[in-house]
Structure formats: C-alpha cells, structure tokens
C-alpha cells in the first residue's frame, strides 16, 4: 500500500471533543446504566433482525421442549446492535442467570478456568470480543464447549500434569464484531450462528417510541423518524440521540419531541439528516478539499482531522463506505461522486477516472 504521509499540521479546533462522539457506535462506559435500563428482555420485546429472532426463538424453544440447556451461540456484527442484549435474552427466556465477560479480560487460560468452573448449571456465559481472547484460553474453551470439562494444570515444565476438572453444562454465547478473525475449530463449535444487521428506518422507530415510553419522554411520530433516520441504522445511536433530543425539549422546548425539535436538536449536535457527524463531514471535506478527492492515505487524512486514525477508521469510515460516500483502495481513500455531492460539491471528473467501483475493499 503506498500512503501518502506528508507532514500536515494538526489545526486548531479541528479535533473532536473529549469522550465518546454522539454518533459512535461503540458502548461509552458513563452510559451503561442508561443502556442497561433500555434492554428488552425477552424476543416478543427485540426489534428488527427478524430472522435471527426466529431461529433463536426455535433454538430456545427446543432447548426447553427437552429440558436441555441451548447450543452454544456466536453472534457477530459491527457495536450497538444488540448482542449483549441478545445473551440477556437468551438467559432470560431459558430462565437461567447470566455471566458476563470479554474477550481481552480473559488472558489467562486460568482466568477462564476460575470463570468456568463458577458456573451453574445452565448458565449463560456471554463472552464480549470473543476473538480477542489469548490462545491457551481460547484452546481451553474448544474443550470446555464440546465435553464441559477443562483441563488445568497443575505444576510447570516437565513435571506439569493436567487434571480433568468437569465443569456445569452451560450455553455460551460468543460475540464478535471480526468473525473472519475467529478460529475455524472455534467457530465450528457453535451450534448456532447468527449476523446482525443494520436496522432498517422502521425497527428503530419502533425501537426509539419504545425507548421514550421507558424514560417518559413525550414523543411524536414524526419525531421518533426524525431520529431514527439519523441513528445510522444502530439502536445504540438511537437510543444516544432521543436522550440528547430529550434534554433539548426539556430545556429549548415544551418537552415534547416534535420533528421540529428533533431536528433543531440534532442540527445543535451536528448530526445530519442522513446521520453524518462533525467527524464523517470533516473527513469528507478534507479529501474533498485538501486532497482533490484523493487518495489519501489514512494517517495523514486523520491529522488533518485532527483525530486518532483509529477513530477516523473505526467510526467514520465504515459509515461513509456504507452510505457509498468513500472508497477505501490499496493507494488511500477515495470520495466517491455522491460524496461530493452530499458536501454540495462538484465531483471532478478525474477524481473517479482511474478508481473502479469495484475494486475490492482491501482493509475491512
Ligand atoms: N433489537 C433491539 N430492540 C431494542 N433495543 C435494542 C435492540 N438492539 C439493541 N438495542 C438497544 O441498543 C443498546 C445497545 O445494545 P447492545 O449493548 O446489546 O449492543 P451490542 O451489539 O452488544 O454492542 P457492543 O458489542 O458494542 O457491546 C441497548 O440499550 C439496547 O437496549
């Protein structure tokens, strides 16, 4: 990949604020006792993604029709779409508790062992980030999944012996963002796998009037669109923005969520109508403006941000690759003609001339 990393100066106020970005799909820890109250706790309660809930639903039911515990669950796809919730779910509906840890918690194949064999029998082990796990966790668990037992041992070097310990029969479920990053012999151990999808306009509408019942925001229908149409397809991001939203009727407004006041509020956050933040409008720009439409490559497009190029990668790309506003190519980052537009600008003719539309996305 050949980037093109000349020096540009950080510019003043061009950076991001502090903490996490309204339209970040990542879960911001200050808010987790907010999220938490806005999980629906059973399937007939979870929106959208109705083929995941119907397979789910039979594996469920099945279990429960032979008084088994479930197979073990992986769920992938990108932050906010409700794989925690899901494992919620599932412990709730087989009426059984729920564990909960993460991929990078687990270091140690010990850690996994003191974690498993604390379980009950039943138990649900959600495992957030699972494929961030170390490698003798991650072979403990292929043993765990499939004879519910772990081997632990005891000593070190030539002398070091294993000794079988039977743990609980328990259902795990898995969560990734990467699944392309999972072992094949991991992934193979699961007996159900599901892929999230972004939620459509009319999930998270439904998803956002249930939300301001729950928190007791006045909210009208043309409200609840304005706000999911800005959500990009997250409920997370839904849920963010109807509790800005609801702050801003409260103290601009009567309290009620009209569209008007839903779109004055986020036009005051600086989220578009098409859910584009300061951040994805600054990128935009700055390929537009400053690089002639690319490419450009990642690191020098993040400092004339003044971002992190993580951040840059992580957060704003994928929604502008999505929406079709940028292209990721093996030389750097390309906006593509309906980026330019959306800027109000003229795209070049040049600018797409020697980019084809599908050339493959090398980085995702
Ligand atoms: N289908 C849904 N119906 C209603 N609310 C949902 C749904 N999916 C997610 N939510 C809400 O969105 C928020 C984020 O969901 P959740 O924490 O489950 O996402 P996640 O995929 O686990 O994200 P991450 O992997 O980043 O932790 C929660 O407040 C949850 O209530």
Same mark, same amino acid.
């Given at each position: 990949?050949?980037?093109?990393?000349?020096?540009?100066?950080?510019?003043?106020?061009?950076?991001?604020?502090?903490?996490?970005?309204?339209?970040?799909?990542?879960?911001?820890?200050?808010?987790?006792?907010?999220?938490?109250?806005?999980?629906?706790?059973?399937?007939?309660?979870?929106?959208?993604?109705?083929?995941?809930?119907?397979?789910?639903?039979?594996?469920?039911?099945?279990?429960?029709?032979?008084?088994?515990?479930?197979?073990?669950?992986?769920?992938?796809?990108?932050?906010?779409?409700?794989?925690?919730?899901?494992?919620?779910?599932?412990?709730?509906?087989? #009426?059984?508790?729920?564990?909960?840890?993460?991929? &990078?918690?687990?270091?140690?194949?010990?850690?996994?062992?003191?974690?498993?064999?604390?379980?009950?029998?039943?138990?649900?082990?959600?495992?957030?980030?699972?494929?961030?796990?170390?490698?003798?966790?991650?072979?403990?668990?292929?043993?765990?999944?499939?004879?519910?037992?772990?081997?632990?041992?005891?000593?070190?070097? &030539?002398?070091?012996?294993?000794?079988?310990?039977?743990? &609980?029969?328990?259902?795990?479920?898995?969560?990734?963002?990467?699944?392309?990053?999972?072992?094949?012999?991991?992934?193979?151990?699961?007996?159900?796998?599901?892929?999230?999808?972004?939620?459509?306009?009319?999930?998270?509408?439904?998803?956002?009037?249930?939300?301001?019942?729950?928190?007791?925001?006045?909210?009208?229908?043309?409200?609840?669109?304005?706000?999911?149409?800005?959500?990009?397809?997250?409920?997370?991001?839904?849920?963010?923005?109807?509790?800005?939203?609801?702050?801003?009727?409260? @103290?601009?407004?009567?309290?009620?969520?009209?569209? #008007?006041?839903?779109?004055?509020?986020?036009?005051?956050?600086?989220?578009?109508?098409?859910?584009?933040?300061?951040?994805?409008?600054? @990128?935009?720009?700055?390929?537009?403006?400053?690089?002639?439409?690319?490419?450009?490559?990642?690191?020098?497009?993040?400092?004339?941000?003044?971002?992190?190029?993580?951040? @840059?990668?992580?957060?704003?790309?994928?929604?502008?690759?999505?929406?079709?506003?940028?292209?990721?190519?093996?030389?750097?980052? @390309?906006?593509?003609?309906?980026?330019?537009?959306?800027?109000?600008?003229?795209?070049?003719?040049?600018?797409?001339?020697?980019?084809?539309?599908?050339?493959?996305?090398?980085?995702?």
């Amino acid at each position: 990949m050949v980037e093109r990393e000349d020096a540009f100066e950080r510019e003043d106020g061009a950076g991001h604020d502090a903490g996490i970005d309204l339209v970040d799909p990542h879960p911001d820890p200050e808010e987790s006792a907010a999220e938490s109250a806005l999980r629906p706790t059973t399937l007939a309660e979870f929106e959208g993604q109705p083929r995941v809930s119907d397979q789910l639903g039979l594996v469920l039911e099945a279990a429960r029709a032979r008084a088994a515990v479930p197979d073990h669950v992986l769920l992938s796809g990108p932050p906010g779409l409700g794989k925690t919730t899901l494992a919620g779910i599932i412990a709730a509906e087989m #009426g059984a508790p729920l564990r909960i840890s993460s991929g &990078p918690a687990i270091q140690h194949a010990g850690d996994l062992a003191a974690i498993l064999s604390g379980l009950t029998e039943g138990e649900v082990f959600f495992l957030d980030e699972i494929h961030r796990m170390s490698r003798p966790a991650e072979e403990m668990l292929y043993l765990a999944m499939e004879d519910f037992r772990v081997d632990v041992v005891v000593g070190k070097g &030539p002398g070091a012996t294993a000794i079988p310990l039977d743990i &609980p029969r328990f259902t795990l479920v898995g969560a990734t963002t990467r699944s392309g990053l999972l072992p094949g012999p991991l992934r193979d151990r699961f007996g159900f796998t599901a892929q999230l999808d972004f939620y459509d306009a009319e999930d998270l509408e439904h998803i956002v009037r249930r939300s301001a019942a729950l928190i007791g925001a006045e909210l009208d229908p043309d409200g609840a669109a304005e706000i999911a149409g800005r959500s990009r397809g997250t409920p997370r991001i839904a849920n963010r923005l109807l509790r800005r939203v609801r702050d801003y009727a409260l @103290v601009r407004a009567d309290g009620r969520i009209s569209a #008007g006041v839903a779109r004055a509020a986020l036009d005051l956050y600086e989220v578009d109508a098409l859910g584009l933040d300061r951040l994805d409008r600054g @990128v935009l720009e700055a390929i537009c403006n400053r690089f002639g439409g690319g490419p450009v490559g990642l690191s020098t497009l993040a400092i004339s941000v003044g971002e992190e190029a993580e951040t @840059v990668e992580e957060v704003a790309e994928p929604f502008l690759v999505r929406l079709g506003f940028l292209m990721r190519t093996p030389r750097g980052r @390309v906006a593509t003609a309906a980026g330019w537009r959306h800027l109000g600008l003229n795209p070049p003719r040049s600018v797409m001339a020697d980019v084809t539309p599908d050339e493959p996305d090398l980085f995702s």
